[in-house]
């Protein structure tokens, strides 16, 4: 290929990443691949004790293009009468799409009951994500997770994942079963692909973490052969030099300051056409003492030094 054909190729790459949205991220030699863009998991800046709408603020003044939020805060938001459409409105108003919300119904529970009641909360949690106009609740194996818990059947998983997913299709919200590495049940990442895809549904999707990948003991280079089990969200963090039995959520740290192959993984992300967001997800009780506007841009930041490596 001639030199010109090269330089041509490059300006136009350069060109495509000036015109991208807001924190979207093309590599300029990328060419074709897709954009990464930004999304705050408010569990980053949950220890400041805030209220929904700070938080949201806090997203949109960072510069984040997505909002993940829990669901106990939209419950606060909502006991104090504030109204759902109003926060949806908000946020898109701010430029700042709500991806996901982040719930613990026990969905995969053996107690047959308690399982009912889980999917009871699912579906109360649903309707407000659908007044918010967000469409992903996060479904981790809540109340299957600690080490007492008995170990179920990945069958069994996938058909109680279905169920809630054939309840999500009723109410146009897709669960994302997600991985978590300290967990009894679901802690691979393997393992949740498996429950995704034996569930029989058509909008089964998985929802990796990049802590959870580490704790779990799953492989990094696992993530090329995802392809669309992905729903558009991958939560992001680093974690330090420590021993798996060891480490625990508030030892995650800023994308690039720990030894994760964050690298090698948005490079398999792109690979396989990822085109969702990376939501950064931290739990460390450090950031929580700090002011959280600089915590959120303190993470987008290196998120986008990261992604472009």
Same mark, same amino acid.
């Given at each position: ?23 979207? /991220? ?15 998991? !408010? ?20 510069? /984040? $293009? ?53 999917? $009871? ?34 069958? !069994? ?51 990796? $973490?990049?802590?959870?990948? /580490? ?8 993530? =090329?052969?995802?392809?669309?089990? !992905? ?36 490079? $398999? ?19 929580? =003492? ?7 841009? !303190?993470?987008?930041?290196?998120? =986008? ?5």
């Amino acid at each position: 290929m001639s030199s010109s054909i090269n330089r041509r190729t490059w300006l136009a790459a350069v060109s495509a990443g000036a015109a991208a949205p807001r924190g979207a /991220y093309a590599s300029p030699l990328a060419g074709s691949e897709p954009a990464f863009k930004f999304c705050l998991n !408010t569990a980053t800046i949950r220890g400041q004790n805030l209220k929904i709408v700070a938080e949201l603020e806090i997203a949109a003044k960072a510069g /984040y $293009d997505g909002f993940e939020p829990w669901v106990d805060r939209i419950d606060q938001y909502v006991k104090e009468g504030g109204s759902l459409k109003d926060l949806g409105k908000r946020a898109r108003d701010s430029g700042v799409s709500i991806e996901d919300a982040i719930g613990f119904a026990p969905w995969i529970v053996d107690d047959a009951e308690r399982r009912r009641k889980g999917l $009871d909360d699912a579906k109360r949690i649903m309707g407000m994500l659908q007044e918010l106009g967000c469409t992903r609740l996060a479904a981790p194996p809540a109340g299957a997770n600690d080490q007492r818990s008995a170990a179920i059947p990945m069958l !069994t998983m996938a058909e109680r994942y279905g169920a809630l997913c054939k309840l999500g299709e009723e109410m146009g919200i897709t669960p994302l079963a997600e991985h978590w590495g300290h967990s009894k049940n679901m802690s691979r990442l393997g393992e949740a692909v498996l429950v995704a895809l034996e569930s029989g549904h058509r909008n089964a999707s998985v929802l990796p $973490d990049v802590y959870h990948l /580490y704790k779990g003991g799953s492989e990094f280079a696992g993530i =090329k052969l995802l392809g669309q089990a !992905t729903a558009g969200i991958f939560h992001m963090n680093d974690y330090p030099a420590k021993p798996r039995a060891e480490i625990r959520d508030e030892h995650r740290i800023y994308p690039g300051d720990g030894v994760a192959p964050l690298k090698e993984l948005l490079r $398999d992300l792109r690979a396989i056409g990822f085109r969702g967001m990376l939501s950064l997800e931290l739990f460390n009780r450090e950031y929580w =003492k700090q002011d959280p506007l600089e915590v959120a841009k !303190t993470g987008l930041a290196k998120m =986008k030094a990261v992604a472009s490596m």
